[in-house]
């Protein structure tokens, strides 16, 4: 049998626009995956740690308020420090153009901005996930 | 043929809230519609028509565009600037810090110091924000909702400073507390004090400060979060009367508070749907406020409402469109009666506005007003059998849940369950799986592409602004009266735990330099800290 | 990481491991029976408590609550939050942690959100060897939190050792819980909510259910909570120390223990033999020509089980 897909959505930071992340979270569901909704507000500690113990394949973060160069890196350090090298990390949001080549060279796989259709994201998520 | 000819485009024709529209509207559907009871005239109850009995024909509405980014001083030389133009009214975005209620120093709030509006920590940011702006001359509108209590006691204090008395000081706070439980989710205690304070603002303005509007019961973002039509009117309507029914029970007489109540709804794409929806709005508040709670003053029954143009309708691909977008949005606002109206800029979703955005925006509002005729007589849909029928509907539809919310317990009870939320959850990803299916069209995105190379522009904010707004900070608590501060803050702990107006315990805490994110923390002490339900 | 090395690093305690196993037992195959082979030995000091309770009455604050306590008295704390898979998709969203936000952190909380991915039996064989590598890990108190809305749930509060039924004011949902059954299976009642009206009238109602039902060393007590302002989580705690005494004095906890064991001992039999017969009946042919014979209606399934286990089953010479 095929393992189960983990994928923690998160929105790290102050915004609480969940739309986007709402929307995401739903359509992992229905297409298998296990998500596990971290909730608004998180600092990038809370969702390295959620990482950790749930043994999730992604962390898809959605953020919108123009912090994703401070916490998006964040979070990846803490990522690796523990261990969790293999995880596919995915950032939604509004993200200028200069600040996505950023964030690809800090670890992030995907970047996908405003009008993405969910059934992409999906397919993304397939097949870049690392198998454990 | 002949079978051929009836045939139309699709199965079911739908809004773009997936409500289902019939071939023609004729007169059995607005059968039961008495014209007295149910629309009355432009001016008179139950202002299905309008609120005035001129409407634009005495004034068109008030085209405010709201701004604001950067720093206090930034801020500052923008309205100096804008009032020399003979603009009289400002309007305040704080960044997100200030809006959950943390200092620009603490750890949560690195990175977004100053990004999507000012930073203000204390009354000196207040106070440079407001340098040389004489407060009894302008208005000035606070989008502000958890800590509102705090940013309107900064302002008082800045006017007394100036030697403005509160009762000359007007302007608007939006202190809409349920919609963010519901939709923006900008909270920060739980429901129940959160509603106290809000209480205490109405009871202390209608005493003090009596020009101010204490709140703005916004749909905007309800609908922002991908809700139908429906929804944002009977949750928006819903919030509306679960704050009245707060003053009343916290004992203020209803027609001391109601009329400085105000609304703030969003004007999507769906022309006719909106229309219906702004009609049915002032119809049921009327009808609520005489009715269930026994307002006697007219100006109690009256819904006004500010209109803002839907920003989840814009589109990053081929961005020009969203100015026809915004072009029917903003009609659907004026045909509805709005009293102000801001039009979107066509990148305003993702980026600062770019200055010839801006001036577009405010131009379809002119040419709306000016040229298209739409202003010269009121309600001009009044009376088509589609529109009145769509009215009613709407009607029905928010009754509905009006009950259904009644049988959870009341407004506060339901957001505890995750029942507003559920819908708007649910409402949006029928949407975005309408649109990705090809059933819902959206120009530029899922049809009519074009190739073209998406670029959201940079929005850099000075990196030194956050450096330079902890400095400022920490210097403002190394050099107050450290010994009042804690005396200040004791009092509001004490104040929080009984059941006094808070206030004037605010007032006197931001007037001793006690930080926002310091009273915050008392009230996180005392209230508690809301956190929300998954809701799938 | 090799099964060996996985044991021993989540005995020593590194969090990453413990996350990797659990993974495995969900995914439920031999490497994952290897596994709780190893560290079976180092199981059996933990405390497991059970919070159940129909949708949004605060279980997972109330969770939050008890952690908080726990952790005050330098204990550390494990929580697995059960939630329903989509029986459509096979997806679920997992939510629980929201209200465990500030704990997560705790070098010496460990919360993992399970799935309880449809199969039967699946749900309770993996949340009980989730509470075992917990256990192995040294955690000294575990948390489960299940929705109580069937069967499903009250299988998995088998694993506890005190259960706590958590219901609130208004809404009724006492007679839901009687009904699922699920009032029986609670060592306390927690109203929660305490601060809505009606709290004092459920808990009036709830004694004199209680009142009625039949005699019992240990009478559920019915506790308040307001557990989105923590107040009466340490009372409740207390109960719940007190509850495990019971338990220890009058031998019900190695009763208990034993209990669970022997089942699972029986669950696994069962399975084993199940995939075993099936897959030597699929093999042999004997598997489609008995459908065949379903499907023309020349076989009823009575006949048809005893035919697939006579020939290859316990009644059958090769095995
Ligand atoms: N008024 C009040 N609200 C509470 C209390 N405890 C929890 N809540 C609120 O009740 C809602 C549900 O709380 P949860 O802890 O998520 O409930 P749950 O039982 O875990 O919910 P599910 O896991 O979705 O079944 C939240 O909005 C909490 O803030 C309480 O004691 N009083
Ligand atoms: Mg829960």
């Known amino acids: 049998m095929e393992r189960t897909i983990r994928v923690l959505v998160g929105k790290p930071g102050l915004d609480g626009h969940d739309r986007g992340a709402k929307v995401v979270a739903r359509a992992y569901r229905d297409a298998g995956m296990e998500v596990i909704y971290t909730g608004l507000h998180q600092t990038p500690e809370q969702i390295v740690q959620a990482a950790v113990q749930e043994d999730v394949d992604v962390v898809a973060l959605s953020i919108l308020s123009g912090a994703h160069n401070t916490l998006v890196p964040k979070v990846i350090e803490g990522l690796k420090r523990e261990g969790l090298d293999d995880v596919l990390v995915l950032v939604g949001g509004i993200i200028p153009e200069e600040d996505v080549e950023f964030l690809k060279k800090a670890g992030v796989a995907g970047v996908f901005g405003p009008g993405t259709p969910t059934s992409e994201i999906i397919e993304f998520t397939r097949e870049n996930v690392k198998r454990k | 043929m002949d079978r051929d000819e009836k045939r139309e485009r699709r199965e079911v024709f739908m809004t773009v809230s997936g409500a289902p529209i019939k071939r023609k509207y004729g007169p059995e559907d607005v059968a039961d519609l008495d014209y007295q009871r149910d629309l009355g005239d432009p001016g008179c109850y139950p202002y299905t028509r309008g609120i005035h009995e001129t409407m634009y024909r005495g004034r068109v509405w008030t085209m405010r565009q709201f701004a604001g980014f950067g720093t206090a001083e930034q801020s500052n030389e923008r309205y100096k600037y804008l009032l020399e133009q003979g603009q009289t009214g400002l309007s305040v975005a704080f960044d997100m810090p200030t809006i959950m209620g943390y200092d620009s120093d603490h750890p949560r709030a690195d990175g977004e110091v100053g990004k999507l509006g000012v930073a203000v920590d204390s009354l000196a940011d207040m106070e440079i924000l407001f340098d040389g702006i004489p407060l009894d001359k302008v208005t000035t509108s606070m989008t502000i909702n958890a800590p509102a209590a705090i940013l309107l006691a900064m302002y008082i204090a800045v006017a007394e400073k100036q030697g403005v008395s509160p009762r000359d000081i007007g302007g608007t706070i939006q202190n809409d507390i349920l919609k963010e439980y519901i939709a923006q989710k900008s909270y920060i205690f739980p429901p129940r004090p959160s509603l106290r304070l809000i209480t205490d603002i109405f009871a202390y303005c209608a005493e003090h400060v009596p020009r101010w509007n204490t709140i703005s019961i916004s749909g905007y973002h309800i609908r922002e979060a991908g809700s139908t039509a429906v929804q944002e009117l009977a949750f928006t309507l819903a919030n509306g009367m679960a704050y009245v029914q707060a003053g009343i029970d916290a004992g203020l007489d209803v027609d001391s508070f109601a009329p400085r109540l105000s609304f703030f709804f969003n004007a999507h794409n769906d022309l006719f749907e909106e229309v219906a929806k702004f009609r049915a709005a002032r119809r049921i508040w009327a009808r609520v406020m005489r009715e269930r709670f026994g307002a006697q003053n007219p100006r109690s029954w009256l819904l006004r409402f500010h209109t803002q143009t839907a920003g989840c309708s814009l589109t990053a691909q081929q961005p020009e469109v969203n100015i026809i977008r915004t072009t029917i949005q903003a009609l659907a606002g004026v045909l509805g009666g709005t009293q102000s109206l801001h039009t979107n800029s066509m990148d305003e979703a993702w980026a600062l506005p770019s200055a010839d955005a801006v001036r577009i925006a405010l131009r379809t509002q002119q040419v709306l007003a000016e040229e298209s005729g739409v202003a010269n007589t009121i309600d001009p849909l009044g009376g088509s059998y589609f529109v009145e029928a769509l009215t009613d509907r709407m009607e029905r539809e928010a009754q509905e849940y009006f009950d259904r919310i009644e049988r959870l317990g009341g407004v506060v009870a339901a957001i505890e369950a995750g029942f507003q939320q559920r819908e708007i959850a649910d409402a949006a990803y029928r949407y975005q799986k309408r649109v990705e299916s090809g059933e819902y069209t959206v120009v530029g995105v899922n049809k009519y592409l074009i190739e073209e190379e998406l670029k959201i522009p940079l929005l850099r904010i000075d990196p030194d602004v956050q450096a330079r707004q902890i400095e400022r900070t920490r210097r403002v608590r190394r050099e107050r009266d450290e010994v009042e501060v804690r005396r200040c803050l004791r009092d509001l702990e004490e104040g929080a735990r009984g059941d006094a107006n808070l206030m004037p315990l605010i007032l006197a805490a931001v007037k001793a330099y006690a930080t926002l994110g310091e009273i915050v923390d008392v009230f996180r002490t005392v209230f508690g800290e809301y956190r929300e339900r998954a809701i799938f | ?319």
Do not use: C
């Open chain 3, 1 to 319: 990481m090799n099964i060996e090395e996985l044991a021993s690093r989540l005995l020593n305690q590194d969090k990453r491991a413990l996350a990797r196993a659990i993974s495995l037992i969900e995914d439920g195959g031999v490497e994952a029976r290897a596994l709780m082979k190893r560290i079976y030995p180092n199981t059996g000091r933990a405390a497991v408590v059970g919070v159940t309770g129909a949708p949004g009455v605060g279980k997972s604050t109330l969770v939050d609550g008890l952690t908080a306590y726990y952790r005050q008295q330098g204990l550390r704390v494990g929580v697995l939050a059960v939630d329903p898979t989509s029986p459509f998709t096979g997806g679920a969203i997992l939510g629980d942690r929201i209200r465990m936000q500030e704990r997560g952190t705790d070098p010496d909380v460990f919360i993992r959100s399970l799935a309880s991915r449809g199969q039967v039996g699946g749900l309770s064989r993996a949340t009980g060897d989730s509470i075992r590598a917990m256990d192995a890990f040294g955690k000294d108190i575990i948390l489960v939190e299940t929705v109580g809305a069937g069967q499903g749930e009250v299988e998995v509060m088998r694993y506890a050792h005190t259960t706590l039924v958590v219901l609130m004011p208004g809404g009724g949902d006492e007679i839901q819980a009687i009904k699922a059954g699920i009032l029986e299976i609670g060592d306390i009642l927690v109203v929660n909510k305490a601060d809505m009206e009606g709290a004092d009238r459920l808990v009036r109602d709830l004694e004199m259910m209680l009142d009625l039902g039949p005699e019992s060393p240990w009478r559920p007590p019915v506790m308040k909570t307001v557990a989105s302002r923590g107040a009466g989580v340490a009372a409740l705690a207390e109960k719940i120390e007190e509850h495990r005494q019971y338990l220890i004095s009058s031998g019900g906890l190695d009763r208990k223990k034993l209990d669970q064991v022997s089942s699972q001992v029986e669950e696994i039999v069962a399975s084993s033999l199940l995939a075993e017969v099936m897959s030597r009946a699929r093999a042999a042919g004997t598997w489609q020509e008995v459908v065949d014979r379903l499907s023309e209606g020349t076989l009823d399934p009575y006949t048809a089980a005893e035919e697939v286990l006579s020939r290859h089953g316990l009644l059958s010479e090769e095995g």
